[in-house]
């Protein structure tokens, strides 16, 4: 049996996303940020956990995304700005199917 999406929303299609590269989308009504770095996909809130600026304005830099207000620097893996590794990225999972990524979402 495939595995259960219950919980999660249907959001891009995995080929959309590049290498090196950010795609935000609305995922029933959130804004979800899609990540490709090193072949590894990482799904953010697309607000930054400082003052909720959106990342997608930002910039990739190698492991790190960095956030257009005030420059921070999170890292993907861990999730945490360099500086006050108190402040994280908010990640979400996400699962793909036939292609297609699907995201689950807070209850
Ligand atoms: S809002 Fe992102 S670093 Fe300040």
Redesign the pocket.
Same mark, same amino acid.
Request: glycine content about 6%; proline content about 4%; some cysteine.
């Given at each position: 049996m495939a595995d259960s999406l219950e919980g999660y929303y249907p959001a891009i299609e995995e080929k959309a996303l590049e290498e090196n590269t950010m795609k935000l989308a609305s995922v029933d009504g959130v804004k979800i940020l899609f990540i490709k770095q090193k072949n590894k996909i990482y799904v953010i809130d697309n607000? $930054? &956990?400082?003052?909720?600026?959106g990342?997608s304005g930002?910039k990739l830099d190698d492991e790190f995304i960095v $956030? &257009?207000?005030?420059?921070?620097r999170f890292n993907l893996e861990s999730g945490e700005?360099e500086a006050k590794p108190f402040?994280k990225l908010k990640f979400y999972e996400y699962k793909i199917v036939s292609g297609k990524i699907y995201v689950k979402l807070d209850d």
């Amino acid at each position: 049996m495939a595995d259960s999406l219950e919980g999660y929303y249907p959001a891009i299609e995995e080929k959309a996303l590049e290498e090196n590269t950010m795609k935000l989308a609305s995922v029933d009504g959130v804004k979800i940020l899609f990540i490709k770095q090193k072949n590894k996909i990482y799904v953010i809130d697309n607000r $930054c &956990p400082h003052q909720a600026c959106g990342f997608s304005g930002g910039k990739l830099d190698d492991e790190f995304i960095v $956030c &257009p207000c005030h420059d921070w620097r999170f890292n993907l893996e861990s999730g945490e700005y360099e500086a006050k590794p108190f402040y994280k990225l908010k990640f979400y999972e996400y699962k793909i199917v036939s292609g297609k990524i699907y995201v689950k979402l807070d209850d």
